[in-house]
């Protein structure tokens, strides 16, 4: 089955979290204020909002607590299962 434009939308914004990971998920520290890493889920979030994939109304808090968190649940029952 060929990969939708959709699914490359979606591997697209995984890609800059993936690459963000350490920023994004990291502890609060000195050297990783909170303002980083609010900044980088606005990156996502502007991405998300170019590619489609989520509507103009959402925050990068959406992004972070919802859509992020559905995909990785779904990629995880995913990988359990194969």
């Known amino acids: 089955m060929a990969p939708t434009n ?4 979606r591997i697209s914004l995984l890609k800059l979290i993936r690459d963000n990971r350490d920023t994004l998920f990291g502890r609060f520290s000195s050297t ?3 303002e980083i890493k609010e ?3 606005k990156e996502g979030v502007a991405t998300a909002h170019a590619l489609g994939l989520v509507s103009l109304d ?3 808090k959406f992004v972070r ?3 992020w ?3 990785r ?3 995880m029952v ?3 299962i194969f």
Request: charged letters at 35%.
């Open 39 to 41: 900044n980088k889920w």
């Open 65 to 67: 607590d919802t859509t």
């Open 6 to 9: 959709a699914k490359f939308k």
């Open 78 to 80: 995913r990988s359990v």
């Open 73 to 75: 649940k779904r990629t």
């Open 32 to 34: 990783l204020p909170h």
């Open 69 to 71: 968190m559905n995909w």
């Open 58 to 60: 959402r925050d990068w």
